[in-house]
């Protein structure tokens, strides 16, 4: 693994983390009317697309982030449609 390789995940890894905090506490309050519906949709989608060109390019940070970013925003949109209010 290279240094731009390092570079890639510890970047996929703050944005990824990032998500972390309001996955925990929308699950922990049962209520996700603060988050928007249409851009957890179109966002989930735009992760998608670039785990999809990371697996075509045979890129492990691009894959890395973008598999566990889909995850926790996915979780996020599931909250959203799950407790509706």
Request: aromatic fraction near 12%; hydrophobic fraction near 60%; charged fraction near 10%.
């Amino acid at each position: 693994m290279n240094i731009i390789q390092l570079l890639g995940l510890a970047a996929g890894s703050c944005t990824t983390i990032a998500f972390l905090p309001q996955v925990i506490k929308t699950w922990k309050s049962g209520s996700a009317k603060d988050l928007s519906l249409g851009m957890f949709s179109f966002f989930c989608f735009g992760v998608l697309l670039w785990l999809i060109y990371g697996v075509v390019i045979n890129d492990v940070p691009v894959i890395v982030a973008n598999l566990l970013t889909l995850i926790l925003a996915s979780s996020l949109l599931f909250f959203k449609l799950r407790f509706k209010e």
